[in-house]
């Protein structure tokens, strides 16, 4: 190859279409409650599906949008993607029994007092009824990260299976209120997963939830329409 040639490649790089995706836990494999390996994330699905795109996968395992967008921030003004893509929401808006700073104090404690809470943990979520990042606070999330990056395309959180209700009531309702704020931004609905697309976790995709969430990227407006110009 001639040193032109090998000059307009690292144009050609530098060039290429951006997408940046930014995920919980969901967008990562896993080896438990049952395996997802990495090429069967729909992250790793898309990057085959778009080859000409150079698509950067950023996130953390139980983080919330706020702390996803901050981390988010090394992105901001540094990468200019084309399209972002973001899957959250699941952390906010689940019904908890203590606020973060409380779980650390009860852990330093004795353990029976740890194991008194965990045995009334499900009454303590119904009355207390806290979440990580209620509705307020993810809606401002949510216009902070539109305002930085401009073309947002959010994955909705996923439906759950009548058990998830059960062992944490208020589930079901805390997932519609949050989804209806993501709704007012381009969209990608999860409602038509299966309990077969859920682990036994209750909210970890399978195999079979990652494909086809692949699937219903690739065929999504923002997504087609930007896949489209980029090969042209």
């Not at 139980?62 to 399209?83: I, K, M, S, V």
Request: proline share 5%.
């Amino acid at each position: 190859m001639t040193d032109g040639a090998v000059h307009l490649k690292k144009i050609e790089r530098m060039n290429k279409s951006k997408i940046l995706i930014v995920t919980d836990s969901l967008g990562f494999p896993r080896s438990k409650p049952q395996l997802v390996r990495y090429e069967q994330t729909w992250v790793t699905l898309l990057k085959h599906a778009c080859p000409q795109v150079d698509i950067i996968h950023h996130g953390r395992g139980g983080a919330t949008l706020r702390e996803l967008c901050g981390h988010a921030q090394y992105y901001f003004g540094t990468t200019d993607p084309d399209l972002v893509i973001i899957q959250s929401g699941i952390v906010d808006c689940a019904p908890r029994a203590m606020h973060p700073i409380e779980r650390m104090i009860v852990n330093r404690l004795p353990g029976f007092i740890g194991q008194t809470i965990q045995r009334n943990a499900k009454a303590l979520r119904r009355i207390r009824n806290i979440q990580y990042c209620p509705p307020k606070q993810f809606s401002e999330h949510v216009e902070k990260i539109e305002a930085a990056f401009g073309q947002v395309l959010w994955l909705g959180i996923a439906p759950v299976h009548r058990d998830w209700e059960h062992l944490v009531p208020g589930i079901c309702q805390a997932i519609a209120g949050h989804n209806a704020i993501l709704q007012k931004q381009s969209f990608l609905s999860l409602s038509d997963l299966s309990e077969a697309d859920i682990m036994e976790d209750h909210h970890h995709l399978t195999a079979a939830g990652h494909a086809r969430v692949a699937e219903w990227l690739k065929a999504h407006p923002a997504l087609t329409r930007f896949v489209s110009e980029a090969i042209r």
